[in-house]
């Protein structure tokens, strides 16, 4: 079964820091591109952050640019999505996402071929 499991949410004070963690089963990450996306409460999702497998190219929302970094470990078939500095409006629900186009991953959350379940990220003022 092609599954993607998120990890590492939690609630933390502003100016703090969380890892997530997506991890795959069912495939392996190498033709893939991995994004992360959040959704808040009353909010459309957005993209954070997008990983091409394939030769490492990285690409950050202006929001979160400077603060979090996205990175992956083959090894453990694994994406990490390490963020810092924290402010209360990175609330929201954290998903991974893969696909085959890393393109179509930094376009839009639409359409994309696999999604985890979601973890949630709470940051307290």
């Known amino acids: 079964e092609v599954q993607l499991v998120e990890s590492g949410g939690g609630l933390v004070q502003a100016g703090g820091s969380l890892r997530l963690s997506c991890a795959a089963s069912?495939?392996?990450?190498?033709?893939?591109?991995i994004g992360w996306f959040r959704q808040a409460p009353g909010k459309e999702r957005e993209g954070v952050s997008v990983?091409?497998?394939?030769?490492?190219?990285?690409y950050y929302a202006d929001s979160v640019k400077g603060r979090f970094t996205i990175s992956s470990d083959t090894a453990k078939n694994t994406v990490y999505l390490q963020m810092n500095s924290l402010k209360p409006e990175d609330t929201a629900v954290y998903y991974c996402?893969?696909?085959?186009?890393?393109?179509?991953?930094?376009?839009?959350?639409?359409?994309?071929?696999?999604w985890g379940q979601g973890t949630l990220v709470t940051v307290s003022s």
């Open positions: 996402a893969a696909d085959s186009s890393y393109r179509r991953v930094v376009a839009s959350y639409r359409h994309l071929e696999v």
């Open positions: 069912g495939f392996t990450f190498d033709d893939y591109a």
């Open positions: 990983i091409s497998r394939g030769d490492g190219t990285t």
